[in-house]
């Protein structure tokens, strides 16, 4: 089997590649200056605290596919993704070969409908012959550099909740079972949901993040946690009112989470310690991002405009973060 993962360099790309080769062949695809790192033994990877040096087959972008016929295409930059989908899958259909199917590993609830649209342009009625895969990750990964060199660093096992969104249902449970890769599998009629799901546990820190704080630090504020569960209930009524539900998940109970936050603020802030010590546990620290705010508290607004609602706490979350962090 050929596997080719689209982001090389990248975090979660790069864990990709690592976690994938049980299955077959793995290549890194991706821009030419983060290859050229690659092939100048720059990047490693560091899982519980070992250090691997990154070798793998790489493609740039620009001579992609070559002559390789993959089986599937892991698209892991972030969003968006409709140009991404559009270019890589053209390239495909100008060498007349099999359509791999695609798996998309970004944040937030748009990217499985951006992919469909972009095979839709590039192929018309034949993009519904793609089997597409949405993954929610829920390992922290992140990048730092040493001086020349740079480390994608994650513990192990990566954990992540996967689902067929599009196409024709393909066997992928006894694929995965060759990796070291806990995966849960989600019905196709709950794909909406598990993404639901998965930014409900990305929102949670996100008012602490605009003000700068950690959620350690955040939890402490009356008026920040306040806001911390005003945006969750803002996201559970525009869910809610979208025919949506909450799935729990092994190790992150999204459900009795959204159960939670639905109790009196005043209870709330009394455990709010508990609730940072148990989150940054799962967060392994790993500050929150706000690159992606868009897709977080962004896509809590648009999916809160298709019910009618007005949702003013996460409304101010994202102004605030455009206005301080994002340029």
């Known amino acids: ?12 790309a790069t864990m990709f590649t690592k976690e ?8 890194g695809i991706g821009k030419k200056e983060e290859i050229e790192k690659i092939r100048k033994k720059r990047l490693f990877v560091k899982r519980n605290k070992n250090e691997e040096l990154v070798e793998i087959p790489l493609i740039e972008e620009n001579e992609f596919p070559k002559d390789i016929q993959f089986d599937f295409l892991f698209l892991c930059i972030k969003n968006p993704v409709f140009e991404a989908v559009k270019f890589y899958y053209q390239k495909i259909k100008e060498k007349n070969f099999p359509l791999p199917a695609l798996f998309l590993s970004q944040n937030g609830i748009e990217a499985g409908e951006d992919a469909i649209l ?12 793609i089997q597409i895969f949405r993954i929610s990750l829920f390992n922290p990964v992140e990048k730092k550099k040493v001086k020349e060199k ?9 954990r992540l909740a996967i689902s067929q969104i599009s196409g024709r249902e393909i066997k992928i449970r006894e694929i995965f079972e060759k990796t070291k890769i806990e995966t849960y599998f989600i019905p196709r009629k709950d794909s909406k949901n598990m993404e639901y799901s998965k930014l409900f546990l990305n929102l949670i820190g996100m008012a602490c993040a605009v003000e700068g704080f950690s959620i350690f630090e955040g939890f402490k504020k009356r008026e920040i946690f306040k806001k911390e569960v005003l945006a969750l209930r803002e996201y559970i009524k525009a869910v809610k009112e979208n025919k949506g539900k909450f799935l729990n998940f092994p190790h992150y109970p999204v459900k009795f989470l959204s159960f939670l936050f639905r109790l009196p ?3 709330l802030f009394l455990i709010s310690p508990i609730l940072a010590f148990l989150i940054e546990k799962g967060r392994k620290g790993k500050p929150k991002d706000l690159d992606e ?4 508290n962004g896509a809590v607004i648009k999916l809160a405009k298709k019910a009618g609602l007005k949702v ?13 962090y994002v340029h």
């Open 20 to 27: 994938l080769v049980p299955i077959g062949e793995v290549f």
């Open 1 to 12: 089997m050929k596997i080719g993962v689209i982001g090389i360099g990248g975090k979660t």
């Open 118 to 129: 972009a095979l839709n342009e590039v192929f018309g009625e034949r993009a519904k012959e």
């Open 265 to 267: 603020i005043s209870f």
């Open 312 to 324: 003013p706490i996460n409304e101010e979350i994202l102004k605030k973060a455009k206005e301080k």
């Open 293 to 296: 705010i868009d897709y977080y």
């Open 150 to 158: 740079e480390f994608v660093i994650y513990s192990l096992p990566v």
